[in-house]
Nanobody
Framework: VQLQASGGGLVQAGRSLRLSCVYS????????MGWYRQAPGKQRELVAS???????NYADSVKGRFTISRDNSKNTVYLQMSSLKPEDKAVYYC????????WGQGTVVTVSS
């Protein structure tokens, strides 16, 4: 199984980005999927997760600004990020919370003030 995240970029504070992550392999719908991020000099943290049935959880730091979703027919999980802040700058990764896999390269999000 491979995970390919995309959609990052450079945006101004207050703007939005949508990240996508394609899960290549079987059993996607059975996995709780998470979006994680790692800022420079910090540990990787979980920012949002979604179960196969669509139940969602968010870190307090992104609650109300980020929305995680998934399309089981496309083996894809999304992260809609709004009202971005400079402190959201990080490399964003997706992974399964059910059975963690190789992290992949992630996608870089940079937010300018």
């Amino acid at each position: 199984v491979q995970l390919q995240a995309s959609g990052g970029g450079l945006v101004q504070a207050g703007r939005s980005l949508r990240l996508s992550c394609v899960y290549s392999g079987g059993g996607f719908s059975f996995n709780t999927m998470g979006w994680y991020r790692q800022a420079p000099g910090k540990q990787r943290e979980l920012v949002a997760s979604v179960t196969g049935g669509g139940s969602r959880n968010y870190a307090d730091s992104v609650k109300g600004r980020f929305t995680i979703s998934r399309d089981n027919s496309k083996n894809t999980v999304y992260l809609q990020m709004s009202s971005l802040k400079p402190e959201d700058k990080a490399v964003y990764y997706c992974n399964s919370k059910t059975a963690a896999m190789n992290w992949g390269q992630g996608t870089v999000v940079t937010v300018s003030s």
